[in-house]
C-alpha cells in the first residue's frame, strides 16, 4: 500500500509539474528585513506585497509593492514610507481592480492605531491612502484589518477589522468604502463575547460573507468555549443571517478561508480544537480541518488532519 501511494504521488507531482516555472529564490529587496504577506499570480506576471524595516532612523516599517516576471526575477519596486508613521499590511490582502490597480488593506501607527486602505496602480505608484479609527477612539484605538478586503461593485470594498470596544472584549468592525476609500457604511458584529474576523468574500450580487470566531478567552482561563462565526450581510450592512458551530462539535477554530460554491453551499477551511492543562492558563491547540456547509448551513461532509505533535504528545 506505501508503495501505491509513492507511485501515485510520484506521477501526480511529475504531471502537475510539466510545462510550469518553479523557483526557490532568497532575498531581502535591498533592505535589512523584508517579508512579503501577498502574492498576486496573473498569466504573465506576479505581484505581491509585503513589509519592509529601514536601516534609517526612525525606523519605521513601510509597505512594498512589487512587480515580477514568472521566474521572480523583479521588474519593479515600490515603497510606501513615511518617517511619521508605519504602513503594515500584516496580514496580506492584496486584491486588483478592474483598470488594473490594485488595493490593500494595511494598518498605521503613529500616535494612534489606524486602519489604513492603499491603492496602487499598475505600477505600484501610490494613488491614495485613507485611513480608519476604531469607532471608540480616543477611549480604544486598537484597529487592525484581519482576514482580507472583500471587492464588491463599481469599486467598492469591505474591509474586515479587529477592533477593541474595551480593554476585556473585542469585535468584528466591517467598513464598506466607495472607489474613492469613502466611507459608505460601518457594521459593528459582536457581544459580550471575544469576537476576531479571520476571512471575507463577496458575493455575485454584492453581499459579503464574514468568517471569524467567537470564543470565552476574555471570561475564563479554563473550560473554554471556541466556535466557529459567520454572518451574511446584504450591501447595505444589513445581517441576512448569522451561524455558529453548534456546541455539540465542541472546540472550533476560526473560519481561516472560505470557498463559496455556485449553489450557495460554503467550503470552510477550520479546525478542530483539544484544550490542555496548564498551571495558569489553559491553551488550545487545534487539528485542521475543512468542511462543507449546504445552502441551509447544513453540515454536509468533513475531513480533519491531525497534528502529528499533538497525536504524538497524546
Not at 477611549?139 to 484589518?145: H, T
Not at 460554503?266 to 485542521?288: C, M, T, W
Amino acid at each position: 500500500m506505501k508503495i501505491l501511494y509513492t507511485s501515485i504521488f510520484a506521477f501526480l507531482f511529475t504531471f502537475s509539474s510539466i510545462g510550469q516555472n518553479t523557483f526557490n529564490i532568497r532575498t531581502n529587496y535591498g533592505f535589512p528585513a523584508a517579508v512579503l504577506t501577498s502574492i498576486f499570480p496573473m498569466d504573465s506576471c506576479i505581484y505581491a506585497s509585503g513589509i519592509i524595516a529601514d536601516s534609517v532612523f526612525p525606523y519605521n516599517t513601510s509597505a512594498i509593492f512589487i512587480k515580477m516576471d514568472l521566474s521572480a526575477q523583479i521588474l519593479l519596486l515600490k515603497t510606501l514610507t513615511s518617517a511619521q508613521k508605519t504602513f503594515e499590511p500584516w496580514f496580506g490582502g492584496l486584491k486588483s481592480l478592474a483598470g488594473g490597480s490594485f488595493l490593500m488593506p494595511a494598518y498605521s501607527i503613529d500616535s494612534t492605531m489606524k486602519t489604513v486602505l492603499i491603492k496602487y496602480n499598475h505600477l505600484g505608484d501610490t494613488l491614495f491612502t485613507r485611513e480608519y479609527f476604531n469607532p471608540f477612539y480616543p477611549a480604544q484605538d486598537f484597529i487592525q484589518p484581519r482576514g482580507g478586503i472583500a471587492i464588491c461593485k463599481n469599486g467598492e470594498s469591505v474591509t474586515n477589522n479587529w477592533i477593541t470596544i474595551s480593554d476585556a472584549n473585542t469585535n468584528i468592525y466591517l467598513i464598506k468604502t466607495d472607489s474613492n476609500g469613502k466611507v459608505k457604511w460601518s457594521k459593528m458584529l459582536g457581544d459580550n463575547y471575544w469576537e476576531r474576523p479571520s476571512s471575507i468574500l463577496a458575493t455575485d450580487n454584492g453581499c459579503v460573507i464574514i468568517g471569524g470566531i467567537k470564543t470565552n478567552d476574555n471570561m475564563t482561563t479554563e473550560n473554554f468555549s471556541y466556535r466557529t462565526f459567520l454572518t451574511g450581510l446584504d450591501t447595505s450592512g444589513q445581517i441576512q443571517w448569522t451561524w455558529l458551530s453548534p456546541e455539540s462539535w465542541g472546540l472550533r477554530d476560526a473560519a481561516r478561508d472560505m470557498v463559496l460554491l455556485e449553489d450557495g453551499s460554503l467550503v470552510i477551511a477550520s479546525g478542530i480544537g483539544h484544550e490542555q492543562q496548564r498551571p495558569s492558563v489553559n491553551v488550545v491547540y487545534f487539528d485542521k480541518a475543512v468542511f462543507k456547509l449546504n445552502p441551509q448551513r447544513e453540515l454536509e461532509w468533513e475531513v480533519v488532519f491531525p497534528d502529528p505533535e499533538l497525536v504524538m504528545n497524546s
